[in-house]
């Protein structure tokens, strides 16, 4: 009988609480493949859905973190390539046959464990998606959206109060909604996941305030979130953002449905979700004329929403995007009745409908947030909660709590005015610039909830305690104590389920703030999914004022020395904010007061002057008398006509934000106007591409075989390490670290400098990667009896502020010789070739989403096909800041760049026994001059030596390949297919030993000749002329407005290092190594899983910190 | 219970023309309302009162034909305050007495026995009021009163009704009106044609004085009478067309054809009109 099995089905909920890491830590091999045997029976068989998500769930984390770290022998298993693709694919199940198939067949190994692992992982998350996909359309009121299918079928009409004209010279009235956003007070980690609510209820508990804003000081809070809604006499659905400057006139119905096609992707999301288009209309081809006839009564016309959100960027952890996306929905619902009230505030039942309808719109639009997000449609402070799912609840059966929480209001009696007022007088709540995405983390507590991991459910235990404190100091008044509470939170449960919740800016911010106010600081409150964003900070109230300058300055200090480690979107802003008491309301808008707001009209007004008159429709006439009207009359108005006019006045083009400095910067950092030109005439001529990058189809390509590598995962030869101590001890090896990449992957295209990000806490403190790599050294140097020399590469982008970083931390006491061998080559971008983007997204294999985000996915591509055809395919890309525009031309001109700025001419001189290099990428942290592989490198008397691991599923890119019979590396992009891939049992980790000499040698150059620079620059561009130029695509973020973000492919093109292992010339090895060794970190989203695995404490294990 | 009076409201005032049209049934030519008074006699309804618009008295009485004798007309009050005033206009006629109700501007046609002399029948065995229904799909909420109510067990199509709502959005109706036994995205919605016990004019009434400004619907007060007493609605299998919707009385004209002893003859002229359509080449067309 399973144990595992039992812990799943077990009435005792102490059983079912036991920890999967607990239970599986003193399992065999064999118990375990049992387990899982019977856990995959099981999870096929049983008809509850939770107990099928959680089987999945262990499953996942048996093969992810269990069966790894048992001995496998040598069994070692390629992954199956049908696999793989149904994984892409998202058919998860089909994909797991196979790879259970191959298992059974070939025996359990660490790559089929990786594969499973991912197939378990994604179909538990896909089940549990689905689940609350079902149970949102099962919500009674929910349900008609989807039989809606045809424009005949729109059952909506607009109430009678909308088109009421008073008076032929009178406009249609205006309806507008004003929402404020929400806080929590705590969410007992991360308890208002719709999962968690739904599967542990009684666990599920959040106290959620909300508030009103401003930004600017002195200005009086007001809701932060508005939305207008009126009929217009034109046949067509106009969405409007005030903020984000965009409109659009839709014509038909799927226009509405097409979310990335522009920014109004939410105000498309409510449109749909309140049921005006509704859902079940999604692929109907008829205009809405039809619909918009239907609703208004009136042919011919239509309406026209509009949505503003007042001074909040992105990322304020204060779910505003959900809070606007119900201020439409309310606002739509009330216009079309299905709202009891048309103005005013809404009843309970009517809020419940948006909360519900305001999930719909999330889950339609890509999104997804928490179950309390949608608080500030609620009014003042309440406590939200699980509800046991009953007889009759459309989830009773299927889960145990139901998908919509209650929600219990706090009245004066639990939590006095006064202790409203003096939470007013001592909060201070800050956007502390960083904007993250905040997905992984849920992702992340989602599965630790379903393994129950011993630390998560003590610190969900302890989570909970700490919102019982919360209720009670929040009704016995003692805000001093709340701070304490919320920094306990912070630092305890929030930080032990998910350590990344925390960072170093953070603590750097309560670090100081602590250290000026003292005991005037009661207290750090991190807000919603992570900190770094919208934050708390509890201060005496008599301290406030001051605490407020002073935070400003802190954290205007901090991202000043951050900067270039840290992913910040915008500079930090103290909010004002107080309590509102009313949640959402309306208010209808008629006779002469029936406008828009002004910002609206500074958009709108423009392009209608600039129309001849007789093509304006009576209504657009009637409504410029009247803005013309109120521009004297009322005191929001005032000051338009300037800005009107102002817009109208043709203006040179504006210069993109940095583009004085672009020419200025290629050409400090030797940009070669000639070669740019080549390769842009090459792209647009299709000689080179995406296509083009592969090897030709004849190219004879086979996994390796055992003789082809020395295998040393398990250590190497004693007599290599005696070798390499030797070599060591001798001073005869240098270490170079690159790190000239800004982390494309790991920001998202933020563009930070990845070598100081600093990435994790370990050894007490957050370490950045160069800080590890150093440590690293600095241990070896000790082992060794010499210090190690250490070189770090850099590039434009990263060589000023690795050089300063590195001045202020005084090179972490490193006490070797440091260097840093500056990039001297440099690429201008490209806006890509629509051939290149089809290439990728279409004959690429690709990783599906899920099928909503698929399709937001989709539309999204469709419309940066038509940015690039727009911007002209092929050309320079210099439309963002000029960092942006530059990029680094691959890390094989690294080691080139130490021979052309004289980096390695120094070495050389400064310690002349040196004879070997190890270099590696700076973010393969596990990296360091092993004795042993150092040795092997120096006995094989080979000119390089390249380090491979065993290849998992995530390992995409390339390997080590016998190409018509050589022995060498190749990149994925130069695969002639992708099947090819899964043929090849290791994978490139990008670590390198190469033998100073015959590297010289191969660039036909001698110690020497290094001070030559004529011979220097000939002799790389002869060498770089064998090696093959590649086209890629990189994502780089364009920023706007208040946080607003763009990400855009453009192409650039590169060298990569691996290639010179094609060279016939140039005799290489190749060894194999332990994957902890050779894992590279890409993504913050394997750094919960590298720290769950024991790669950091491995890497930890190799550092001297001091 | 037995119920005598008929109430039929014709008063709206922009359809107030719609039963004064004529149609041919089964060779003779009769107008709309005297085709709903002979629906009502057949129920054994001896006195019929019509609400007209001020003025419309003769115009109607002619319409009425051979029945303008036994029938009263009584003009509705000014200012009209809505259909729930309408039908309160004739609470002098009705007295303390039950009474049939049924509008002008729908005719209802039907292949079995007359729905509204099922309707009356359940009435007076029941001693309550009721209303006939129809399972009606939710697109059309926008144009009828909808009610919530539980099956009657032993009794096919009888519900027991506990709430009415007048022209629900989807939203509420999927939340207040659904009906163990009705097909999801169908509501039970009035048919147009009811029996009242007189508490119906008492809750009129007491609405028209509560509010002296606004209009009172029918469905406010229904929804009054079904917390009061027993009211009960039955599924009416019949067709009911609404003269004023387009080609509403032309639909209707086919429809009472189509049902009576002229059938054949219109079936032949449509598939000759059919046929003809068809036959005839497309401007232009070659030969």
Redesign the interface.
């Known amino acids: 009988m399973s144990q595992l099995t039992d812990v799943i089905t077990s009435p005792d909920t102490e059983t079912r609480n036991r920890s999967l890491d607990a239970l599986c830590r003193a399992a065999t091999l064999e118990e375990l493949q049992m387990e899982c045997d019977a856990l995959d029976r099981f999870r096929r068989s049983s008809d509850n859905l939770y107990e099928r998500v959680r089987a999945l769930f262990f499953l996942y984390a048996i093969h992810r973190f269990h069966i790894p770290s048992k001995a496998l022998g040598t069994s070692r298993a390629l992954i199956p390539f049908a696999g793989y693709t149904n994984l892409l694919k998202r058919r998860f199940e089909e994909a797991l046959d196979i790879f259970l198939a191959v298992q059974a067949a070939a025996g359990p190994s660490a790559a089929l464990s990786s594969a499973l692992a991912a197939g378990y992982r994604s179909l538990g998350f896909q089940t549990l998606a689905d689940q609350v996909r079902r149970s949102v359309r099962s919500v009674r009121g929910n349900r008609w959206m989807f039989r809606a299918a045809h424009p005949e079928d729109a059952p909506l009409r607009i109430r009678p109060e909308l088109l009421n004209r008073q008076a032929k010279d009178q406009l249609f009235p205006v309806l507008r909604e004003s929402t404020p956003v929400r806080m929590d007070l705590s969410h007992s980690g991360w308890s208002d996941i719709f999962f968690l609510g739904m599967d542990y209820p009684e666990g599920a508990r959040v106290l959620n305030i909300s508030i009103d804003l401003s930004a600017h000081r002195g200005d009086v809070p007001k809701p932060p979130v508005e939305a207008w809604f009126r009929v217009i006499d034109q046949p067509v659905l106009r969405l409007v953002s005030v903020d984000l400057h965009c409109s659009a006139d839709l014509g038909s119905i799927a226009e509405v449905f097409d979310f990335a096609h522009d920014y109004l992707g939410l105000l498309k999301a409510a449109v749909i979700a309140s049921g005006i288009v509704p859902p079940g209309m999604e692929g109907a081809t008829q205009p809405l004329t039809e619909v918009l006839s239907h609703l208004t009564g009136l042919p011919g016309h239509g309406i026209e929403i509009v949505s503003k959100v007042n001074d909040i960027p992105r990322g304020s952890r204060l779910a505003v995007s959900t809070n606007l996306l119900a201020c439409l929905i309310s606002l739509c619902m009330r216009a079309t009745n299905q709202i009891r009230t048309l103005t005013g505030g809404l009843c309970e039942v009517d809020r419940r409908l948006v909360a519900a309808r305001a999930i719909l719109g999330e889950w339609l639009g890509g999104s997804g947030g928490g179950w309390q997000d949608s608080g500030g449609v609620w009014p003042g402070i309440k406590l939200i909660h699980g509800v046991a799912a009953r007889e009759g609840d459309p989830e009773f059966g299927i889960s145990r709590g139901r998908l919509l929480p209650d929600h219990q209001i706090f009245g004066p009696q639990e939590v006095s005015p006064e202790t409203r007022r003096q939470l007013q007088e001592s909060l201070v709540l800050v956007h502390g610039g960083m904007a993250q995405d905040v997905g992984p983390i849920l992702e992340m507590v989602t599965e630790k909830y379903l393994l129950r991991s011993e630390s998560e459910w003590r610190g969900r235990g302890e989570a909970t305690l700490i919102l019982d404190d919360l209720i009670a100091q929040l009704k016995s008044g003692d805000i001093r104590a709340i701070g304490a509470l919320t920094e306990r939170n912070f630092n305890g449960p929030i930080q032990t389920i998910i350590p990344w919740a925390g960072n170093l800016y953070t603590d750097t911010l309560i670090r100081r703030v602590r250290s000026e106010m003292a005991e005037d600081f009661w207290g750090f409150w991190m807000l919603g999914g992570m900190s770094g964003g919208g934050m708390g900070f509890l201060f005496a109230p008599q301290a406030k004022a001051r605490a407020q300058e002073r935070l400003q300055a802190i954290m205007s200090g901090a991202k000043r020395e951050m900067e270039h480690a840290v992913p910040f979107a915008m500079e930090p802003v103290v909010y004002n904010f107080t309590v509102n008491e009313q949640g959402t309301q309306a208010t209808l808008l008629d006779g002469n007061a029936a406008l828009m707001p002004a910002g609206y009209y500074q958009l709108a007004v423009p392009p209608l002057l600039r129309m001849e008159s007789r093509l304006l429709s009576p209504m657009r006439r009637l409504e410029l008398e009247h803005f013309t009207a109120a521009c004297h009359t009322v005191p929001e108005f005032q000051g338009m006509v300037q800005h009107v006019f102002e817009h109208l006045i043709p203006q040179s083009a504006p210069k993109a934000p940095g583009s004085q400095n672009l020419d200025a910067l290629l050409e400090a950092h030797g940009f070669d106007r000639q070669e740019h030109e080549q390769i842009q005439a090459d792209l647009r001529s299709g000689r080179v591409g995406l296509a083009q990058n592969r090897l030709p189809i004849s190219s004879l390509i086979t996994d390796v075989g055992a003789g082809d590598l020395y295998d040393a995962t398990t250590g190497a030869a004693p007599k290599y390490h005696a070798i390499g101590k030797e070599a060591l001890a001798a001073g005869r090896v240098a270490v170079v670290s690159f790190a000239g990449g800004v982390g494309s992957r790991w920001t998202k295209g933020a563009g930070v400098v990845k070598a100081l990000n600093p990435f994790c806490r370990l050894g007490g403190k957050h370490r950045s990667f160069v800080e590890v790599h150093l440590a690293h050294s600095r241990r070896t140097g000790r082992l060794s009896g010499t210090s190690l020399p250490h070189v770090i590469t850099t590039s434009y982008l990263t060589h000023d502020a690795i050089q300063s970083h590195l001045a202020a931390e005084r090179n972490y006491d490193y006490p070797g010789s440091l260097l840093l061998s500056p990039g001297r080559s440099i690429g201008l971008r490209f806006v890509p070739m629509e051939r290149d983007l089809r290439f990728a997204w279409e004959e690429l294999p690709q990783q599906m989403l899920d099928e909503q985000a698929q399709k937001v996915r989709d539309s999204l591509r469709a419309t940066l096909i038509g940015w690039a055809r727009q911007m002209g395919e092929g050309s320079s890309y210099t439309d963002n800041v000029a960092m942006q525009c530059l990029h680094p031309v691959g890390h094989w001109y690294e080691v080139p760049n130490m021979i052309r700025n004289g980096t390695l001419l120094r070495l050389l001189q400064e310690h002349q026994s040196l004879k070997y290099l190890m270099i590696h990428n700076i973010d393969t942290v596990g990296a360091d001059v092993d004795p042993g592989l150092l040795g092997y490198h120096i006995a094989e008397g080979a000119a390089l030596t390249a380090e491979v691991i065993a290849r998992q599923v995530e390992d995409r890119g390339g390997g080590l390949a016998r190409i018509d019979g050589r022995a060498r590396l190749i990149e994925g992009l130069a695969l002639p297919n992708e099947e090819v891939e899964s043929q090849l049992s290791w994978y490139n980790s990008a670590t390198y030993w190469i033998d100073i000499d015959q590297l010289l040698t191969l660039f036909g150059l001698t110690r020497d000749s290094l001070a030559s620079p004529e011979k220097v620059n000939a002799a790389v561009r002869a060498l770089a002329g064998r090696l093959p130029t590649y086209i890629t695509l990189k994502d780089v973020k364009k920023r706007w407005g208040k946080g607003q973000e763009d990400v855009l492919p453009v192409a650039q093109f590169e060298k990569l290092w691996g290639d010179m292992t094609s060279l016939a010339e140039f005799p290489c090895r190749f060894v194999a190594v332990p994957r902890k060794r050779g894992q590279q970190l890409k993504e913050p989203a394997q750094l919960d899983g590298w720290l769950r695995d024991g790669s950091a404490a491995f890497v930890e294990s190799l550092c001297d910190w001091e | 219970m037995r119920i005598r009076k008929a109430v039929i409201t014709a008063a709206g005032g922009t359809q107030r023309a719609l039963p004064l049209q004529t149609l041919i049934h089964d060779g003779t030519e009769k107008s709309v309302l005297s085709i709903l008074i002979e629906q009502a006699l057949t129920a054994n309804i001896d006195e019929i009162c019509v609400v007209v618009w001020p003025g419309d008295e003769t115009r109607y009485a002619q319409a009425a034909g051979s029945h303008a004798g036994s029938v009263r007309f009584v003009a509705q009050q000014h200012p009209p305050r809505g259909y729930g005033h309408a039908i309160y206009c004739a609470r002098d006629f009705v007295g303390q007495e039950p009474f049939l109700h049924m509008v002008g501007d729908h005719l209802y046609v039907s292949t079995s026995k007359p729905g509204v002399q099922r309707l009356v029948k359940l009435a007076e065995s029941e001693s309550c009021s009721a209303s006939g229904v129809q399972p009606t ?6 144009r009828f009163g909808a009610v919530a109510g539980r099956r009657v067990s032993g009794r096919t199509g009888v519900y027991r009704v506990d709430t009415v709502i007048e022209k629900p ?7 207040r009106l ?1 009906v163990p036994g009705i097909r ?2 169908y509501y039970l919605c009035f048919f147009g044609i009811h029996v009242f016990t007189p508490t119906l004019m008492d809750l009129l009434g007491r609405m028209l004085a509560d509010d002296p400004n606004h209009s009172v619907t029918l469905s406010a007060a229904l929804a009054e009478l079904a917390r009061q007493e027993q009211y009960l609605a039955l599924e009416d299998t019949g067709r009911r067309y609404d003269l004023g919707a387009r080609y509403g009385l032309l639909t209707a004209q086919l429809a009472l054809a189509l049902n009576g002893r002229d059938r054949d003859e219109v079936l032949t002229h449509l598939l000759e009109l059919l046929a003809e359509r068809e036959m005839t080449p497309p401007a232009g067309g070659k030969e």
Do not use: H, N
Request: proline fraction near 12%; charge should be negative.
């Open positions: 799909r939710e697109s059309l909420l926008p959005t989807p939203t509420e109706a999927e939340q659904m999801a995205g």
